[in-house]
């Protein structure tokens, strides 16, 4: 079946650090990517998306690669801050289908 | 509305209980989702509607669970006969229509607890 997993469940960086957190994912038929952050007690908030005709995609502070080849996805945070602690998944999706997410990583933000 | 609006924020009932759970989606999303969130895990796909298409089931884990929507606005997933193992965060989320790069935003969620 398909399957979206993390490499590292807790990451703990400095502030001011920058942070990778990764994503492998196993359906090659995957055309549309997201990552979503999740604080304590809250719903999902979307962070940036990429479709698979691109490998890379910035936002502000953040920047999401693709690698359609390894089917590999990170997402970069620039100058972590205390409040980007919370827990990140990946999701990916086929066709128009269901979104299916990974396990989640936690960043812990270190003052 | 703004956002995609859950109720209850937070239910307790008695194993063996029925319950509803309410989700509105955003006003124009034709997409709607629900999926499932145990305590320190990643989210489980449990349905979803794309207009007046027949749902995606698939992610529904027994006969217990089931959900409705009309046309292109409020949707409840019911659980019946309630076990413990049904305590988790319910989240609903919608998106303008089904489809890759569209943006699939989410509510609050409605966190169970069933005793």
């Known amino acids: 079946g398909e399957n979206v997993g993390l490499h590292l469940p807790t990451l703990s960086v400095q502030e001011g650090d920058n942070s990778i957190i990764n994503c492998a994912y196993s359906?090659?038929?995957?055309?549309?990517f997201i990552w979503y952050k999740q604080e304590s007690g809250k719903g999902p908030q979307f962070i940036i998306d990429i479709r698979s005709n691109m490998d890379k995609r910035q936002g502000q502070r953040v920047t999401v690669l693709l690698n359609k080849t390894v089917k590999h996805l990170s997402l970069q945070i620039a100058a972590t801050q205390p409040g980007d602690s919370a827990v990140y998944f990946c999701?990916?999706?086929?066709?128009?289908?269901?979104?299916?997410f990974g396990a989640g990583t936690i960043l812990r933000v270190k003052s | 509305g703004a956002g995609v609006s859950q109720s209850p924020s937070n239910k307790v009932t008695e194993k063996g209980k029925d319950v509803e759970l309410r989700c509105d989606p955003i006003?124009?999303?034709?997409?709607l989702y629900w999926y499932r969130q145990r305590l320190g895990q990643g989210l489980e796909f449990l349905i979803y509607f794309q207009g007046n298409s027949a749902p995606d089931k698939s992610g529904l884990p027994s006969d217990r669970f089931s959900a409705e929507r009309t046309g292109e606005s409020v949707s409840t997933l019911t659980i019946q006969r309630t076990q413990q193992e049904d305590s988790a965060v319910y989240l609903c989320?919608?998106?303008?229509?089904?489809?890759?790069?569209?943006?699939?935003?989410f509510g609050e969620g409605s966190w169970l607890t069933v005793v």
């Open positions: 359906n090659s038929a995957s055309d549309y």
């Open positions: 999701a990916t999706s086929a066709y128009g289908n269901k979104l299916v």
């Open positions: 989320a919608s998106s303008l229509i089904a489809g890759s790069g569209n943006t699939i935003y």
């Open positions: 006003s124009g999303h034709t997409a």
